[in-house]
Structures are given as structure tokens and as C-alpha cells.
């Protein structure tokens, strides 16, 4: 089966219909955790069988659950696995009647399966919790549901549900179900899930004010910047529509090469805006980790997370882990190159856009560059361009003195769109400092020498 994860497109939701979807869902299984229990005890039940318990009826306007149940789409198990992976978090007392006593041993129903989860007070129900609802001592249903919670299956394919397989060898259905957090957030604020920078996911969104037109590149860059945006728009289509599926990994890899200050990150941020994607920038140096395994499992839940919330992934300075593989002569080495090749599978099969960004093409392993769709060379920017950046840098309500030839300042000197940003905020620090409303010609120029300098240049 295939694992790419299903896109559900973000509508920004009016949260009433998602909560009404929702009740109904919750109002249903409730419904078969009753049911589930009355018939392993023997009690007076309305049904023989919790298969007869129809969910109820959904439709696309009903909200995010309702798009991600009806997109997957999901059957009748998986939807209650589903639906009950979703208990605690909205209406945990619904759990309740599995911390009922077994009065033949005086302790809970081991059948029930369910953990007491850290700073939840209630019942955590497990994937034994749900093979009891859908198949109570019936071993060939319960292999039923196992095969429904493997890797491959919907459920976690899709990223709708984690399921941690670090856990002792206790089995999976001992495993607590987890709601994938992407999908946590669309279903409970209707909002895209945005974690936060920490040590567990060395990630931060980029975001800019800036909008495409202000894009500043060469006419051939930014065409192969339009390619990225293209694949975007339409990917959908090619790989669906068009059956290139069959014949073509999805996702789009590209490598963004070229001086510092020439527009990578920037332009990465407005391919997010553009095309209403979120996008992240990993920080490589919380990322490698000294422990070995550790860069494998920092990085699998930047992918994951990634994954499912149609994210761009944005690799800066990636060359200080993404170059060249060195020759093994020691364990240091052996796990270096064992991340690096991780690495290139993770990139190879993220089903979104990829973007590693490097100061040198060089310095980039020759392994990666089967794996990319583009690599897109960012120059320095040319006179025209540099005039350009200049005037948009120096707004209307910057008044520049009347020497101030913005012209020959593009023309004389050979600087970047970081680095006319960085004058800007210098020579017009020195107007403020002055109590001065007019930025000098002398402002600027002293400003074009730091940047200078800075490279080990002389004006």
C-alpha cells in the first residue's frame, strides 16, 4: 500500500460544524463502548454485534474531521479507532466505565486494555482498548485490527495516528493511540498545527511581510524558482489526474546554491506565502546530536510533522551536514555517514518540498544530486538588480539626502540584497542617533564599508 500521506486541503473552519460532526462522532462511540461492554458481560444489549452500530453520516462541509474521514476514506473499524483515539482529549469521561473493578480478581479488566497516561487523570485507552470494542475475544477480528494499526495501513500512513514503536516488547496492543498532532490541532481549533522551537523539534517557522513581486532574482533563477511553485499548484493533478503516481516519487527536492545575502531564505518563505504552505527552517545544530540515534529521531519528527502538515522543509548551511561523506576510520565516522545516509533516504521519500540551502554546490555530497529536481544557482545580483534592491530598500518615507545617487551605488558597488538591508538599518540608525530626519550620503557609504569588511574586502 501505498504510504504517502493523503493532502487535506486547509480551509479555514467555522468551527460549529466541525464541533456538530464531532458530537455526533463522540455520541457514537460512546454508543459502542457501551454496547462493547454489555455483551462480554452478558448484559441486556440492543445489538449482537457493535458492527451494527452505524456511524453517522458525514459530509465535506461538516468540518475538518469530516474532509480527513471522508478523503482517506476510512471503514467502519478504523473510523471507531479513529473516533476513539479522539475520546480523551474531548470527552475523557466517556472512558470511564473501563476503570470499572473486575469483582472475580478486584482489579481492573486486563481485557480493557487502557494506561493512566502522565498528567491525564483518566483512562488512556490502548490498541487493546480498541481490539476489545471491535472484536472482543474473536482472535481472527483482533488480527483484524492489528493489520488495521500497521505502518502501511490508513490509519498511520496517513498520519492520523502515531503509534510509538520504542515501547518494550510488550506488543502493540499494549501501545497508547496517539492522534497525530497535525491533525489534533485541525480537529479541535481548526487551525494548522505550528509547534514551537525546542530541543524536540529544532524547527522555526519562517515568515516574511514581503510579497513575490518583491522577489529580486535574475530572470533565469527566479524561472526555476517558478518550477518549485508550479510543482506545487499542480502537483495534485500530475501525480493523480495525469497517473504520473505510478512512474514518479511525489515530493519536489532542490538545492538553492550561491553567495550569503543573494535571496535563499527569503525566497523559500515566499514559496511558503505564495502557495499558503507553511514553512520551517531546521536548525542543524540542535539537530546533530552526539548521542548516536539521536539525529535519526530529532530529525524523523521534523519529517513526520512535516508529513502531515504539508510543510516545506528548508535545510540552511545545509553542507555542514549534508557534505561529503568522509572515509571511515573510526566509529565517529561510521556514524556520521549512517546520518547522512538516513538523511538521503528521509529527502528521497518526503512526499513535500525540500529545499537545502549551501554557500558552495561543492561542498555538497555527489549522492544528492540524483535526488534533486532543481538546484538553482543565486548570484550576486547584477547592477539592475542591485538598483532595484536599493530603491525598494529605501522606502518613500526614508528621505535620503540629495547627494545620494542610488543609481551609483548599484553601479559602483558589488553588494547583496542582505547586505543593502543591513546599510539601511545602520544609516538610518545614524540619522536617529543625530536626531536627524535625513539619512547621509556618508551614512551610507560607511555602512557599504562594514559590509565590506565583514568579507575581508576593502571599499
Not at 199 to 207: E, G, I, K, Y
Request: aromatic share 8%.
Amino acid at each position: 500500500m501505498n504510504d504517502t500521506p493523503i493532502p487535506i486541503p486547509f480551509v479555514s473552519e467555522v468551527l460549529p460544524q466541525n464541533a456538530a460532526a464531532l458530537e455526533r462522532e463522540l455520541v457514537w462511540i460512546a454508543t459502542l463502548i457501551d454496547a462493547s461492554i454489555r455483551l462480554h458481560l452478558g448484559q441486556e444489549c440492543v445489538v449482537q454485534d457493535v458492527g451494527e452500530l452505524a456511524p453517522p453520516a458525514l459530509d465535506a462541509d461538516g468540518g475538518a474531521y469530516a474532509r480527513a474521514v471522508l478523503a482517506h476514506p476510512l471503514n467502519f473499524e478504523e473510523r471507531a479507532i479513529l473516533a476513539l483515539a479522539l475520546v480523551p482529549h474531548l470527552r475523557p469521561h466517556l472512558l470511564d466505565p473501563f476503570l470499572a473493578l473486575n469483582p472475580n480478581i478486584e482489579r481492573g479488566f486486563t481485557e480493557f486494555g487502557g494506561v493512566l497516561a502522565s498528567g491525564h487523570g483518566g483512562f488512556w485507552p490502548t490498541v487493546e482498548t480498541a481490539s476489545f470494542i471491535l472484536a472482543g475475544e474473536d482472535l481472527e477480528r483482533r488480527f483484524g485490527v492489528q493489520a488495521l494499526l500497521d505502518p502501511d495501513a490508513v490509519l498511520r500512513a496517513g498520519r492520523l495516528l502515531q503509534l510509538d514503536d520504542t515501547l518494550p516488547a510488550q506488543g502493540i496492543f499494549s501501545t497508547p493511540l496517539a492522534l497525530g498532532k497535525e491533525y489534533l490541532a485541525r480537529f479541535t481549533t481548526g487551525d494548522r498545527l505550528k509547534p514551537a522551537f525546542s530541543s524536540v523539534f529544532p524547527a522555526r517557522r519562517l515568515t516574511t511581510r514581503l510579497e513575490w513581486a518583491d522577489l529580486v532574482l535574475p530572470a533565469a533563477t527566479l524561472d526555476e524558482v517558478e518550477e518549485i511553485r508550479a510543482w506545487i499548484d499542480h502537483e495534485h493533478t500530475l501525480m493523480h489526474d495525469w497517473g504520473l503516481g505510478r512512474r514518479i516519487k511525489p515530493g519536489f527536492r532542490s538545492l538553492f546554491y550561491g553567495p550569503p545575502g543573494t535571496g535563499k531564505t527569503l525566497t523559500a518563505s515566499l514559496l511558503g506565502k505564495a502557495t499558503g504552505m507553511d514553512v520551517y527552517r531546521v536548525d542543524l545544530s540542535l539537530v546533530v546530536s552526539k548521542w548516536v540515534g539521536e539525529t535519526e529521531k530529532n530529525l524523523a519528527n521534523v519529517f513526520d510533522q512535516a508529513d502531515a502538515g504539508g510543510w516545506i522543509l528548508f535545510f540552511d548551511e545545509a553542507d555542514a551536514l549534508f557534505g561529503k561523506r568522509t572515509q571511515t576510520s573510526n566509529s565517529s565516522d561510521r556514524n556520521g555517514n549512517q546520518e547522512v545516509s538516513y538523511l538521503l533516504q528521509r529527502i528521497e521519500d518526503c512526499p513535500g518540498v525540500v529545499i537545502l540551502a549551501s554557500n558552495l554546490k561543492g561542498n555538497m555530497d555527489d549522492a544528492f544530486a540524483r535526488r534533486f529536481q532543481s538546484m538553482i544557482y543565486f548570484p550576486m545580483p547584477g547592477p539592475q538588480e542591485r538598483l532595484r534592491l536599493w530603491r525598494d530598500a529605501f522606502s518613500d518615507r526614508s528621505r535620503l539626502d540629495p547627494s545620494i545617487d542610488l543609481a551609483r551605488l548599484a553601479e559602483q558597488y558589488e553588494v547583496t540584497g542582505g547586505a543593502i538591508i543591513n546599510v539601511l538599518r545602520y544609516s538610518a540608525l545614524m540619522a536617529v542617533r543625530r536626531s536627524a530626519s535625513v539619512i547621509q550620503l556618508t551614512d551610507v557609504t560607511e555602512g557599504i564599508r562594514r559590509e565590506f569588511r565583514k568579507e575581508g574586502k576593502v571599499v
